[in-house]
T-cell receptor, first 114, second 108 residues
Framework: NAGVTQTPKFQVLKTGQSMTLQCAQD?????MSWYRQDPGMGLRLIHY???????DQGEVPNGYNVSRSTTEDFPLRLLSAAPSQTSVYFC?????????????FGPGTRLTVT | KNEVEQSPQNLTAQEGEFITINCSYS?????LHWLQQHPGGGIVSLFM???GKKKHGRLIATINIQEKHSSLHITASHPRDSAVYIC??????????FGKGTRLHILP
């Protein structure tokens, strides 16, 4: 299994540009989520999905959109990039939302918005 | 006050030392996770526990539900243990709350 994969690893955007961060998992996990990690702060949940066709907002959803058309893929879209979105983004998946299941993390995408 | 607090924030030790990282939380939880983030950035899950103690190699994790406290211990520490260790709790509403992490540096 490849586990959780993310592309790209690095990206530089200008303010106002849009882009999509890709996330895929091959473990047939129901639950997928996007986090951002900023210096001095813990991981913060952006959006999550408990299954194909179902998404919901996390702690910091503004400026981001998600969709979940398949079990495998959970792309994160930045609609109009802002410098405040400079961060490291992690996608994660687990077997289920409820209960105590281990989360598997992707390698991260380092995004810089100038 | 953060719902998940880790201490210390930074820790530098000599190779071979016994390491303890602490995590305290203020909410009811169903599980607690210890994660490791290497300098390259990848995050891996070390332990998931809801009671008692778990051991994997030189790593030991304990949790005291009554005291809302968990510890991660590393025995015979090695430079390759240098990483950020993150405590995360799954709260009663299934929300996952992360600590800010403890940066560990083991000197050879």
């Amino acid at each position: 299994n490849a586990g959780v994969t993310q592309t790209p690893k690095f990206q530089v955007l200008k303010t106002g540009q849009s882009m999509t961060l890709q996330c895929a998992q091959d473990m047939n996990h129901e639950y997928m989520s996007w986090y951002r990690q900023d210096p001095g702060m813990g991981l913060r949940l952006i959006h999550y999905s408990v299954g194909a066709g179902i998404t919901d907002q996390g702690e910091v959803p503004n400026g981001y959109n998600v969709s979940r058309s398949t079990t495998e893929d959970f792309p994160l879209r930045l609609l109009s990039a802002a410098p405040s979105q400079t961060s490291v983004y992690f996608c994660a998946s687990s077997y289920s939302w409820g209960g105590s299941y281990e989360q598997y993390f992707g390698p991260g995408t380092r995004l810089t918005v100038t | 006050k953060n719902e998940v607090e880790q201490s210390p924030q930074n820790l530098t030790a000599q190779e071979g030392e016994f390491i303890t990282i602490n995590c305290s939380y203020s909410v009811g939880i169903s599980a607690l996770h210890w994660l490791q983030q290497h300098p390259g950035g990848g995050i891996v899950s070390l332990f998931m526990l809801s009671s008692g103690k778990k051991k994997h190699g030189r790593l030991i994790a304990t949790i005291n539900i009554q005291e809302k406290h968990s510890s991660l211990h590393i025995t015979a520490s090695h430079p390759r243990d240098s990483a950020v260790y993150i405590c995360a709790v799954r709260a009663g509403d299934d929300k996952i709350i992360f600590g800010k992490g403890t940066r560990l540096h083991i000197l050879p």
